[in-house]
Protein backbone atom coordinates (compact mmCIF):
# COMPACT_ATOMS: atom_id res chain seq x y z
CA UNK A 1 0.00 0.00 0.00
CA UNK A 2 2.96 2.32 0.83
CA UNK A 3 4.63 2.22 -2.85
CA UNK A 4 1.06 2.64 -4.02
CA UNK A 5 0.69 5.74 -2.32
CA UNK A 6 4.19 6.61 -3.79
CA UNK A 7 3.61 5.42 -7.42
CA UNK A 8 0.29 7.64 -7.41
CA UNK A 9 1.83 10.76 -5.89
CA UNK A 10 4.77 10.19 -8.98
CA UNK A 11 2.27 9.74 -11.52
CA UNK A 12 0.49 12.75 -10.44
CA UNK A 13 3.71 14.88 -10.37
CA UNK A 14 4.38 13.94 -13.53
CA UNK A 15 1.21 14.62 -14.77
CA UNK A 16 1.42 18.16 -13.62
CA UNK A 17 5.01 18.24 -15.34
CA UNK A 18 3.38 17.10 -18.60
CA UNK A 19 -0.05 19.84 -18.26
CA UNK A 20 2.40 22.61 -17.39
CA UNK A 21 5.53 21.41 -20.37
CA UNK A 22 2.48 21.19 -22.52
CA UNK A 23 0.68 24.45 -22.03
CA UNK A 24 4.12 26.60 -22.46
CA UNK A 25 4.98 24.68 -25.23
CA UNK A 26 1.71 26.20 -26.88
CA UNK A 27 2.10 29.54 -25.65
CA UNK A 28 5.71 29.69 -27.12
CA UNK A 29 5.47 27.94 -30.09
CA UNK A 30 1.71 28.32 -31.00
CA UNK A 31 1.09 31.92 -29.16
CA UNK A 32 -1.60 29.84 -27.54
CA UNK A 33 -4.40 31.50 -25.70
CA UNK A 34 -4.55 30.58 -22.37
CA UNK A 35 -7.51 28.41 -22.44
CA UNK A 36 -5.90 26.52 -25.48
CA UNK A 37 -2.46 26.47 -23.91
CA UNK A 38 -4.17 24.68 -20.96
CA UNK A 39 -7.12 22.65 -22.89
CA UNK A 40 -3.73 20.92 -24.72
CA UNK A 41 -1.83 20.30 -21.64
CA UNK A 42 -4.77 19.06 -19.84
CA UNK A 43 -5.55 16.49 -22.32
CA UNK A 44 -2.37 15.39 -22.69
CA UNK A 45 -1.45 14.84 -18.53
CA UNK A 46 -4.80 13.38 -18.90
CA UNK A 47 -4.11 10.63 -21.21
CA UNK A 48 -0.58 10.26 -19.51
CA UNK A 49 -2.52 9.91 -16.31
CA UNK A 50 -5.02 7.26 -16.84
CA UNK A 51 -2.57 4.86 -18.43
CA UNK A 52 -0.20 5.35 -16.34
CA UNK A 53 -2.52 4.65 -12.79
CA UNK A 54 -3.63 1.96 -14.45
CA UNK A 55 -0.57 0.35 -15.24
CA UNK A 56 1.78 1.16 -12.61
CA UNK A 57 -0.41 2.37 -9.48
CA UNK A 58 -2.99 -0.02 -9.82
CA UNK A 59 -1.35 -2.93 -11.91
CA UNK A 60 -4.87 -3.38 -14.13
CA UNK A 61 -5.09 -3.45 -17.77
CA UNK A 62 -7.10 -0.15 -18.84
CA UNK A 63 -10.64 -1.16 -19.30
CA UNK A 64 -13.26 0.79 -21.02
CA UNK A 65 -15.49 0.76 -17.73
CA UNK A 66 -12.55 2.50 -16.52
CA UNK A 67 -11.80 4.86 -18.97
CA UNK A 68 -15.50 6.34 -19.01
CA UNK A 69 -15.45 6.50 -15.54
CA UNK A 70 -12.33 8.05 -15.39
CA UNK A 71 -13.07 10.38 -18.62
CA UNK A 72 -16.66 11.61 -16.38
CA UNK A 73 -14.59 12.67 -13.87
CA UNK A 74 -11.92 14.20 -15.74
CA UNK A 75 -14.63 16.31 -17.63
CA UNK A 76 -15.81 17.96 -14.28
CA UNK A 77 -12.08 19.12 -13.93
CA UNK A 78 -11.83 20.27 -17.82
CA UNK A 79 -14.75 22.34 -17.39
CA UNK A 80 -13.23 23.86 -14.17
CA UNK A 81 -10.06 24.10 -16.10
CA UNK A 82 -11.39 26.16 -18.80
CA UNK A 83 -13.13 28.30 -16.87
CA UNK A 84 -10.80 29.31 -14.73
CA UNK A 85 -8.42 29.93 -17.84
CA UNK A 86 -11.55 32.23 -19.38
CA UNK A 87 -11.92 34.49 -16.58
CA UNK A 88 -7.68 34.81 -16.36
CA UNK A 89 -7.66 35.52 -19.87
CA UNK A 90 -10.35 38.32 -19.41
CA UNK A 91 -8.39 39.47 -17.01
CA UNK A 92 -5.54 39.67 -18.44
CA UNK A 93 -3.26 37.51 -15.94
CA UNK A 94 -0.02 36.99 -17.32
CA UNK A 95 -0.36 33.35 -19.04
CA UNK A 96 2.20 31.73 -17.75
CA UNK A 97 1.17 32.92 -14.04
CA UNK A 98 -2.58 31.23 -15.41
CA UNK A 99 -0.51 28.10 -16.17
CA UNK A 100 0.79 27.96 -12.88
CA UNK A 101 -2.76 29.12 -10.71
CA UNK A 102 -4.42 26.47 -13.46
CA UNK A 103 -1.94 23.61 -12.20
CA UNK A 104 -2.55 24.42 -8.93
CA UNK A 105 -5.79 24.60 -8.69
CA UNK A 106 -6.49 20.85 -10.36
CA UNK A 107 -4.88 19.30 -7.05
CA UNK A 108 -7.46 20.77 -4.69
CA UNK A 109 -10.42 20.24 -7.36
CA UNK A 110 -9.54 16.58 -7.71
CA UNK A 111 -9.47 16.05 -4.22
CA UNK A 112 -12.87 17.17 -3.82
CA UNK A 113 -14.78 15.66 -6.71
Given amino acids: ?8 GVIGGL ?12 ISILDATLVLANLLGYLSAVAFSFIGHSLWVFRQRPSIRSLIKYLAIN ?14 DYFHVNRIIGIVIVVLLIPAVSFFI
Avoid: D, E, K, N
Avoid at 1 to 8: C, D, G, L, V
Fill in 1 to 8: MRFQIARF
Fill in 15 to 26: STAIHASVALIA
Fill in 75 to 88: TVILIIVLSSSAIL
